[in-house]
């Protein structure tokens, strides 16, 4: 039998990792071994304003994936507290991202977990020409170029000291799950 504080960290599942390590893939999966509610930025930026993007202005996509955290979070912490499973797939690029969401967690008295995705850059390079090729509506939601895909390695930010307490190591290296 969990105790209160295990379940509490196994409600909110929170997924990083570099582009095309999996964490789409992963949610998904999880979401349905678990019965979590899943939340996937790709698909809520391309429905909401995939239309309105003219340019690659880092700070203008940054902008709205800010408003969609706000809502997706208006609703994950009502299915928190109801007592259900989320599991968040927003990137998690960035160091502040992660505190950001630990914070609000926190604010309604959840550890979340950190499940951490890993595979090389050239395994990832080609799952996600693989991704552009065969558009799977529930992976695919736009064309990842070269270019988009060097931009985003730099920015990725491994984990912090204090971000390895929570976090669950993933290697999803080998090709197949
Ligand atoms: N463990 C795996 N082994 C082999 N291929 C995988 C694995 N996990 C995912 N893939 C494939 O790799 C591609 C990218 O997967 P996915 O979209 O889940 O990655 P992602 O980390 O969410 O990417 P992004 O950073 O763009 O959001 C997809 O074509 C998917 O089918
Ligand atoms: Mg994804």
């Not at 090389?120 to 064309?143: C, G, H, M, Q, W």
């Not at 060097?150 to 976090?167: D, G, P, T």
């Amino acid at each position: 039998m969990l105790n209160l504080v295990e379940q509490l960290q196994m409600s909110l599942i929170l997924v990083c990792g570099p582009m095309g390590a999996g964490k789409t893939t992963y949610a998904l999966e999880y979401a349905r071994a678990t019965n979590a509610i899943r939340f996937s930025i790709d698909s809520w930026m391309q429905t909401l304003y995939g239309k309105d993007a003219n340019t690659l202005d880092y700070n203008w996509i940054m902008e709205r994936v800010n408003r969609c955290h706000i809502q997706i979070w208006e609703l994950a912490s009502q299915v928190l507290m109801l007592g259900g499973k989320v599991i968040l797939d927003l990137g998690f690029t960035t160091r502040s991202d992660r505190k950001k969401f630990v914070k609000l967690a926190k604010e309604i008295n959840i550890v979340p977990e950190l499940h951490c995705l890993s595979a090389s850059p050239d395994k990832r390079r080609v799952r996600i020409t693989k991704r552009n090729v065969v558009k799977d509506p529930e992976l695919y939601a736009f064309e990842v170029t070269d270019f988009m895909f060097e931009f985003m390695e730099k920015r990725f930010e491994s984990l912090a000291q204090n971000e390895v307490e929570i976090m669950v190591a993933v290697n999803l290296d080998n090709e197949g799950k």
